[in-house]
């Protein structure tokens, strides 16, 4: 079993940034496939950054030379650095975890984080 705990989250005006982290708990994300995810009322839940247990990253296009997922496997955390945020990027972001699949932006990871609210005001 893997428990995550996303923080981070809150409110900024346009053009500002905000980081996220995930704390994982139960096994050491040194070898997991992790993610982040993003909902917005009404939406479907949409792949951001993904990153994989050799450190290979990949992103939404509509967050690409804007966001950064990276890892500290010393602190078993995962991170989302969010620069020039917008107000589309408003939704609840969530971080997720696979054991033995990568899943990159697809939401079929088997673990979730209870999600951190991200609104940005224009």
């Known amino acids: 079993q893997v428990q995550l705990v996303e923080s981070g989250g809150g409110s900024v005006q346009a053009g500002g940034s905000l980081s996220l982290s995930c704390a994982a708990s139960?096994?050491?994300?040194?070898?997991?496939?992790m993610g982040w995810f993003r909902q917005a009322p009404g939406t479907e839940r949409e792949g951001v950054a993904a990153?994989?247990?050799?450190?290979?990253?990949s992103y939404a296009d509509s967050v690409k030379g804007r966001f950064t997922i990276s890892k500290d496997n010393a602190k078993n955390t995962l991170y989302l650095r969010m620069n020039s945020l917008k107000p589309e990027d408003t939704a609840m972001y969530y971080c997720?975890?696979?054991?033995?699949?990568?899943?990159?932006?697809?939401?079929?990871?088997?673990?979730w984080g209870q999600g951190t609210q991200v609104t940005v005001s224009s």
């Open positions: 997720a975890a696979d054991l033995s699949d990568d899943y990159g932006l697809d939401p079929e990871y088997n673990y």
């Open positions: 139960g096994h050491t994300i040194s070898n997991l496939y």
């Open positions: 990153i994989d247990s050799d450190g290979s990253t």
